[in-house]
Nanobody, 116 residues
Framework: QVQLVESGGGLVQPGGSLRLSCAAS????????MSWYRQAPGKERELVAS????????NYADSVKGRFTISRDDAKNTVYLQMNSLKPEDTAVYYC?????????WGQGTQVTVSS
């Protein structure tokens, strides 16, 4: 069974940093692209960052480019999201996801709150 489990969220002050982790199991992790999405209250879920199966290419939302970095460690079946220079508008539940054939799988999400 495919499982994605996010961790690393929490409360941080503006300008601070967090690193989110997503532990994957139940599929051949190294064969699939991975993405991070986020959803703030009252807003649609939005793509934050994606990485190819090889980790050789990445994409970022304009709002986080230059501040966030997505990476993966296939030996650990884990994808990361390093978040620096955090802003209050980054406050959201962050989800990792992958698509396997016709199915998209999501983790349970981890809350990131940026507030002073």
């Amino acid at each position: 069974q495919v499982q994605l489990v996010e961790s690393g969220g929490g409360l941080v002050q503006p300008g601070g940093s967090l690193r989110l982790s997503c532990a994957a199991s139940g599929f051949t992790f190294s064969s699939y692209a991975m993405s991070w999405y986020r959803q703030a209250p009252g807003k649609e879920r939005e793509l934050v960052a994606s990485t190819s199966s090889t980790g050789g290419s990445t994409n970022y939302a304009d709002s986080v480019k230059g501040r966030f970095t997505i990476s993966r460690d296939d030996a650990k079946n884990t994808v990361y999201l390093q978040m620096n220079s955090l802003k209050p508008e980054d406050t959201a539940v962050y989800y990792c996801t992958t698509r396997i054939w016709s199915s998209r799988y999501w983790g349970q999400g981890t809350q990131v709150t940026v507030s002073s």
